[in-house]
């Protein structure tokens, strides 16, 4: 028999995080797409931290680190993903923003860009 336990992800909405960051807020902002999903696109202020890196980045900061995390979309699983794992690693300020790029674009946000 396999227990497994859910681990409770918070989530932000576009509203949510956009009201945030206009208030100043600088949690730390991630874009967790991999390289084979990754097309260049980045909401203001984020940084790409590819999933497969999250923890090797995660290890640098303090537990109590706020954390949000998004990629490209609510059918994307790749940030409750990472958001699964920093919580596994201890972070309890973490939080996922499932809409990603799709739902921050459809809400007239702009998106800038990372070339490689």
């Known amino acids: 028999m396999t227990t497994t336990t859910a ?3 918070r989530r932000i909405t576009t509203r949510e995080l956009h009201e945030r960051l206009l208030g100043g807020e600088r949690p730390q902002f991630w874009n967790v797409l991999t390289d084979d ?3 260049g696109e980045m909401l203001p202020g984020s940084r790409r931290v590819p999933l ?3 923890g090797r980045e995660a290890a640098g900061l303090a537990k109590d680190a706020e ?3 998004y990629c490209a979309g609510p059918k994307c699983p790749q940030s409750r993903m990472a958001a699964e794992k920093l919580l596994t690693l201890g972070f309890d300020r973490v939080q996922a923003y499932e809409g990603g790029i799709e739902e921050w674009k459809a809400a007239g946000h702009p998106v800038g860009t ?3």
């Open 7 to 9: 681990v409770a992800i």
């Open 114 to 116: 990372l070339r490689g």
């Open 67 to 69: 954390i949000v995390v």
């Open 37 to 39: 999903y990754f097309k």
């Open 52 to 54: 497969d890196r999250v």
